[in-house]
């Protein structure tokens, strides 16, 4: 059935409604898809637009007040791509001339007998099927240019054969190119070339890349994850995924491929290797827990090193527990000041390094250091505190030893 199977809707306009009804009544029997809706008029007609929608407009040239034309000309201005179609009794080269350059969808001569209706119909389905087709393509594109756009993706093809590389809109935005100001000369219309392409990749990457297209053009799986330099000489990361296909030869014809900004995952990557390293040299050197603070429900989870300093069993520290359930192994006269601390980081997203002592279950007093930063989400909002804690007992007793006046 086309392109779809839902009804067709058509507008007659013509002055004289025996033919309008007749005209109807040929088109229904010639395509049971089609409902035909008639107007008089050209004014009746452009009322009818306005208040229904058509998937097609049939009129005649020669009504009185406003002709064909004109009102292909008023029909036009609401709705440039609705197929209009003249069915005229008038035929002339000036008329079909004049309705062509006022964008006639078809012109097509009233004759005598049935069989201009069956024609009638064909041409109608025609254009309604284009049209729809074109709607739907320009739909699907703009849901994948907003997905590409959601998901920082551009899209690429390349001729292997003529080395051209045609890049989608998205890849100009990723690889921060402005084609109107940028310095490159860099232009939708003219495409690149490999050699221009490794132009943009990070100059310590070039190599790699360049490796890879040339195993990716001997079937080997091209998905790699590397840096590039923007227009302004900033960098950043992406991914890029893509098919080659062949001939029957073997040879490599085209490709089509995807690029990914994943600067901002490279951050968070990297972000969470500090912090590794960070907590490892940490523990390395004398850490003796590690915490995880869940802002919004205040649920500490903490390894068992952690809890049992602080008298907490492990099962249920690693189930997280309030903040509260620590506080009192803390010593009175360090708890206040550690709160106002806590705070402080937390209204800053900032970092936390505080040294206090601590009464372990045995009553032995402990001075530990206590270091995190708050991670907070786009609005400032404090959402996670991690952080390690390091005993430092023998350094503040030593340190003490150092500060006492020696025995004369």
């Known amino acids: 059935m086309g392109v779809s199977s839902s ?18 009544t040929f088109l229904e029997r010639a395509d049971d898809q089609f409902e035909v809706d008639t107007a008089t008029s050209a004014s009746e007609g452009l009322a009818r ?126 690889f921060g190119i402005d084609r109107e100001q940028s310095d490159t000369d860099r232009s939708a219309e003219r495409p690149l070339d490999h050699r221009e392409f490794l132009t943009y990749v990070h100059p310590q990457d070039q190599d790699f890349v360049d490796e890879k297209w040339r195993a990716a053009l001997d079937g080997a799986a091209y998905d790699i994850e590397h840096r590039i330099v923007t227009d302004c000489g900033e960098t950043r990361w992406v991914r890029q995924r893509a098919e080659v296909e062949y001939d029957d030869d073997g040879e490599p014809l085209e490709a089509l491929g995807i690029v990914q900004d994943i600067t901002e995952r490279k951050a968070r990557e990297q972000e ?92 032995e007093r402990r001075w530990v250091l206590a270091s995190g930063r708050v991670k907070c989400d786009g609005d400032g909002k404090a959402r996670r505190f991690p952080g390690a804690l390091v005993d430092i007992t023998d350094r503040k007793a030593d340190t003490s030893r150092e500060q006492q006046p020696p025995i004369s």
């Not at 009804?7 to 109807?24: G, K, N, Q």
């Not at 912090?275 to 429900?297: F, M, N, P, R, S």
């Open 272 to 363: 969470v290797k500090k912090a590794k390293t960070q907590l490892e040299a940490a523990i390395d050197t004398g850490a003796v827990g590690t915490w995880e603070w869940d802002v919004d429900a205040d649920e500490l989870v903490v390894d068992a090193r952690f809890a049992r300093l602080f008298g907490v069993p492990p099962d249920a520290a690693d189930d997280g527990l309030p903040l509260e359930a620590y506080v009192s192994a803390v010593a009175d006269a360090d708890q206040e000041r550690i709160e106002r601390a806590a705070e402080t980081a937390l209204d800053a997203c900032g970092e936390f390094q505080e040294e206090f002592r601590v009464h372990d279950p045995d009553g």
């Open 7 to 24: 009804p067709i809707r058509v507008l007659h306009i013509d002055d004289e409604p025996s033919l309008t009804e007749l005209t109807a």
């Open 49 to 174: 637009l306005d208040e229904d929608t058509f998937d097609c407009v049939v009129s005649d040239y020669d009504m009185p007040r406003q002709n064909g034309i004109e009102l292909l000309e008023r029909v036009r201005e609401d709705h440039p791509r609705l197929p209009f179609i003249l069915f005229t009794g008038k035929g002339s080269e000036e008329v079909a001339s004049e309705a062509i350059s006022a964008g006639v969808s078809d012109y097509l001569q009233k004759r005598r007998g049935t069989e201009q209706y069956q024609l009638l119909a064909k041409r109608i389905r025609s254009h309604v099927e284009r049209t729809r087709a074109q709607r739907k393509a320009a739909e699907h594109e703009s849901h994948l240019r907003q997905a590409q756009e959601m998901a920082d993706l551009g899209s690429w093809h390349k001729d292997v054969r003529d080395d051209e590389i045609w890049w989608s809109e998205e890849i100009y935005g990723i």
